[in-house]
């Protein structure tokens, strides 16, 4: 069965997209844990980041750095990377703003409308 990250990359399930080339896909995590928190993803589906083939991996990583860089750049905030690899069977890396007000595994519930307004401000 496909994972919920394969079915956004399919198109069936719809998301803030930030980033996208031919190996790899960022978007928004719909449970933030702070404000413009992303997932990279690979476009093949394999269960963890050290089982991507090295051209995979590498890909993957690329996004990440590039991906992190603009949001540095667009919120003014250091980027946490976090790979925790247990709540999808997708490999993902977890990209978040992070200052003093972070809270580890706090999930914030932003509206459709702020929602919107990050995917726009970090958006490619």
Request: some cysteine; charged content about 30%; hydrophobic content about 40%.
């Amino acid at each position: 069965m496909a994972s919920v990250f394969s079915k956004i990359i399919a198109g069936e399930i719809p998301c803030y997209k930030i980033y996208e080339d031919d190996k790899t896909l960022a978007f928004l995590d719909i449970a933030p844990e702070s404000m413009g928190h992303t997932l990279v993803v690979p476009k093949v589906e394999v269960d963890k980041v050290y089982e991507l083939s090295d051209e995979d991996y590498e890909a993957l990583m690329a996004t990440v750095k590039k991906v992190a860089i603009r949001m540095e750049e667009v919120l003014g905030q250091r980027t946490l990377m976090k790979v925790i690899g247990t709540d999808v069977p997708h490999a993902h890396v977890h990209l978040m703003p992070f200052d003093e007000t972070w809270q580890y595994g706090r999930t914030l519930k932003p509206s459709e409308d702020e929602m919107k307004a990050m995917c726009e401000k970090l958006k490619f």
